[in-house]
């Protein structure tokens, strides 16, 4: 029998999330190694022309306790990036 508790389980980072160790570890990078998987929802983002707006977008979305609000900059630069690339089509 362990002698370890739930909060024994935390990252050594301190306090961590013990169940995703990375989860604040900063924008989203496609894994290299991952490149025989081709994930389809990357795959329409790269398409868009916007891949580095929407990704913002998110990262400032859950930066930011999932408050669209606080992401006002992110958004219009999005909206502005899907605009242009609509015209292109």
Known sequence: ????????TKTSSGG???ICED?????YQPDPEDEDE???????????????????????YHDNDRKWAKCKDEMKQFRQCMAVQAAKR
């Open 1 to 8: 029998m362990s002698d370890t508790t739930p909060a024994d």
């Open 16 to 18: 961590g999330n013990p």
């Open 23 to 27: 989860c604040n570890a900063g924008p």
């Open 38 to 60: 081709v994930d389809e929802y990357d795959m329409i983002i790269e398409k868009s022309g916007c891949a580095k707006e929407h990704f913002a977008l998110q990262d400032c």
